[in-house]
């Protein structure tokens, strides 16, 4: 009898640990490797999700170092997402940013301080009116460098809120362009309502924080 406990006792923790390796595999597999953009022209590329792309793109575009930002989309399951789709919020993209900068000039670590330093970090799937997945705070990393320095930062500024923050860590895959009409679209349209009430007064908030690594004005 007391044989015939032991075996069936075996049987039993040998199918727990194969569960949780199970569990474990499954775990590790749904999330995917992160795909790193190679320097072209001694230019890096970051990819950032902080509610709307207007927003964001016009604060990183004030920054020193950095060459050019566009609006589009990331972190979702779908190809070729448009504006209309992602705002059902079925795609499971964010509105995001890809920053092409020069690494000589600003650092990594530093469009982080950035990203944490121009939005609400506590508001969970929106900042500020934009609410919604699609509008959901994402840094994505491209190596496990990339992985600390989030992960510092956002632990980091937890501690000194005593709040959680938002922010999803991922892994880049893909970065879709968005049309064209959002391109730019603060800079254009400084007269569009949603701008002057929402966009310029996140710009101008960021500015008075970082004054120090404001582009010169011409």
């Given at each position: 009898?007391?044989?015939?406990?032991?075996?069936?006792?075996?049987?039993?923790?040998?199918?727990?640990?194969?569960?949780?390796?199970?569990?474990?595999?499954?775990?590790?597999?749904?999330?995917?490797?992160?795909?790193?953009?190679?320097?072209?022209?001694?230019?890096?590329?970051?990819?950032?999700?902080?509610?709307?792309?207007?927003?964001?793109?016009?604060?990183?575009?004030?920054?020193?170092?950095?060459?050019?930002?566009?609006?589009?989309?990331?972190?979702?399951h779908t190809n070729n997402?448009?504006?209309?789709?992602?705002?059902?919020?079925?795609?499971?993209?964010?509105?995001?940013?890809?920053?092409?900068?020069?690494?000589?000039?600003?650092?990594?670590?530093?469009?982080?301080?950035?990203?944490?330093?121009?939005?609400?970090?506590?508001?969970?799937?929106?900042?500020?009116?934009?609410?919604?997945?699609?509008?959901?705070?994402?840094?994505?990393?491209?190596?496990?460098?990339?992985?600390?320095?989030?992960?510092?930062?956002?632990?980091?500024?937890?501690?000194?809120?005593?709040?959680k923050i938002a922010a999803?860590?991922?892994?880049?895959?893909?970065?879709?362009?968005?049309?064209?009409?959002?391109?730019?679209?603060?800079?254009?349209?400084?007269?569009?309502?949603?701008?002057?009430?929402?966009?310029?007064?996140?710009?101008?908030?960021?500015?008075?924080?970082?004054?120090?690594?404001?582009?010169?004005?011409?």
């Open positions: 009898m007391k044989h015939l406990f032991a075996s069936l006792f075996l049987i039993f923790l040998c199918s727990c640990q194969n569960t949780a390796q199970t569990k474990n595999k499954k775990q590790t597999a749904t999330i995917p490797k992160p795909v790193e953009v190679p320097i072209q022209k001694g230019k890096a590329r970051a990819y950032f999700a902080s509610g709307c792309f207007w927003c964001v793109e016009a604060i990183y575009e004030s920054i020193k170092g950095v060459d050019e930002v566009i609006s589009g989309y990331s972190g979702g997402p448009t504006y209309q789709k992602s705002n059902t919020g079925k795609t499971g993209h964010a509105e995001a940013v890809e920053v092409i900068y020069d690494p000589k000039i600003i650092s990594f670590e530093t469009l982080v301080d950035v990203y944490f330093g121009s939005q609400n970090p506590t508001q969970v799937n929106g900042q500020g009116p934009d609410n919604g997945s699609q509008y959901r705070s994402i840094i994505f990393y491209q190596n496990n460098e990339q992985k600390q320095i989030i992960i510092q930062k956002k632990e980091a500024l937890a501690k000194k809120l005593n709040a999803e860590v991922y892994p880049f895959q893909k970065f879709w362009e968005a049309e064209a009409y959002h391109q730019n679209y603060e800079r254009l349209h400084p007269d569009n309502s949603y701008v002057r009430q929402v966009s310029i007064p996140r710009l101008n908030r960021f500015k008075a924080k970082f004054p120090e690594l404001l582009k010169e004005e011409h």
